[in-house]
């Protein structure tokens, strides 16, 4: 992976930390947009930790370039701020998911393990900060979902994969596929982590802690 930051303790911090974890290596490091950028296209992680801040620019234009270019890497932010309106910039832009700066050594790498194996990771306060009642739409609306559409969106609010899913609710990957498009379709939205994030905002919680992947 590649790690982000523009301050050399937190940049370091990070590594450290990752180092702990003998199955994630760190690829690369960088303190801007533009070396991040140069990084990522040399490299080619699978996972990119960015910060939501930088220099010369934010972790989202380094989400937009390697979308432009054609990188298949997924951005995870990690940042300070809690702020929703960052939240939902990021996974609104693509990213795999958002953790704040506080997750302990083991959050940090469980969520790249997540992310590297396609699930989305937002950071347990977040979700219960943006399913905060004054940030919910009116009116909630999930009287109009099936049950079983219901704990698919569950699964998708915990991050879980596919086939997580699937193994959680005793069906084949395939029709949870098929629950997923369809439920992308009524939400309106394009992602599964947007779809994550309006899970959130509308009192869905997750189904247990951070996702394992």
């Not at 620019?57 to 432009?68: E, F, M, N």
């Not at 969106?153 to 005793?170: I, K, V």
Request: net charge negative.
């Amino acid at each position: 992976m590649v790690v982000v930051d523009d301050h050399a303790l937190v940049r370091e911090g990070i590594c450290e930390l990752l180092a702990q974890h003998a199955d994630l290596e760190v690829v690369g490091v960088a303190s801007s947009v533009a070396e991040a950028t140069a990084v990522v296209a040399s490299t080619a992680p699978q996972v990119a930790l960015v910060d939501f801040r930088l220099g010369d620019g934010s972790g989202l234009d380094i989400l937009a370039a390697t979308q432009r270019d054609g990188i298949a890497v997924r951005v995870l932010i990690v940042s300070a701020f809690d702020d929703p309106a960052y939240v939902t910039e990021a996974v609104t832009r693509g990213a795999s998911g958002y953790l704040l700066k506080t997750a302990t050594s083991d959050e940090l790498a469980g969520a790249v393990r997540a992310v590297a194996a396609g699930a989305i990771v937002l950071d347990q306060s977040l979700v219960h900060l943006l399913s905060h009642p004054a940030l919910r739409s009116d009116p909630p609306a999930l009287a109009g979902f099936t049950t079983r559409e219901l704990q698919v969106l569950t699964c998708l609010a915990s991050g879980w994969t596919n086939r997580r899913a699937a193994e959680e609710l005793g069906l084949n990957v395939r029709t949870v596929e098929g629950y997923v498009t369809e439920l992308l379709a009524k939400l309106g939205v394009a992602s599964r982590t947007e779809a994550a994030l309006w899970a959130a905002r509308h009192g869905v919680a997750p189904a247990s802690g951070p996702p394992s992947g």
